[in-house]
Nanobody, 122 residues
């Protein structure tokens, strides 16, 4: 059974940093691209970053690259999303998703985690 488990969320102050983790099991994780999405209350799920099986990162827009970075440790079956200089508008549930090929649309991802809440106070 495939499982993706996110961790690392929490309540932080604006300007602080967080590193979210996504750990996979039940699949050959090193062969999958992993995407990160976030969803704020009343909003659609938003693509924020993705990484290929061999570590190539992509972001939907340059403005996110300033504060978001994505990396992976295939030996640990884990992908990380580092967010710096957090803003209140970053408040959302953050999800990771896995697919054999890197995708930007949520509907194209095969497997999903349950999400981790990030709340940024001003």
């Amino acid at each position: 059974q495939v499982q993706l488990v996110e961790s690392g969320g929490g309540l932080v102050q604006a300007g602080e940093s967080l590193r979210l983790s996504c750990t996979g099991s039940g699949l050959t994780f090193s062969r999958y691209a992993v995407g990160w999405f976030r969803q704020a209350p009343g909003q659609e799920r938003e693509f924020v970053a993705a990484i290929t099986f061999d570590g190539g990162a992509t972001f939907p827009r340059d403005s996110l690259k300033d504060r978001f970075s994505v990396s992976r440790d295939n030996a640990k079956n884990t992908v990380y999303l580092q967010i710096t200089k957090l803003k209140p508008e970053d408040t959302a549930v953050y999800y990771c998703a896995a697919n054999p090929f890197l995708k930007r649309l949520a509907r194209e991802y095969e497997y999903w985690g349950q999400g981790t809440q990030v709340t940024v106070s001003s």
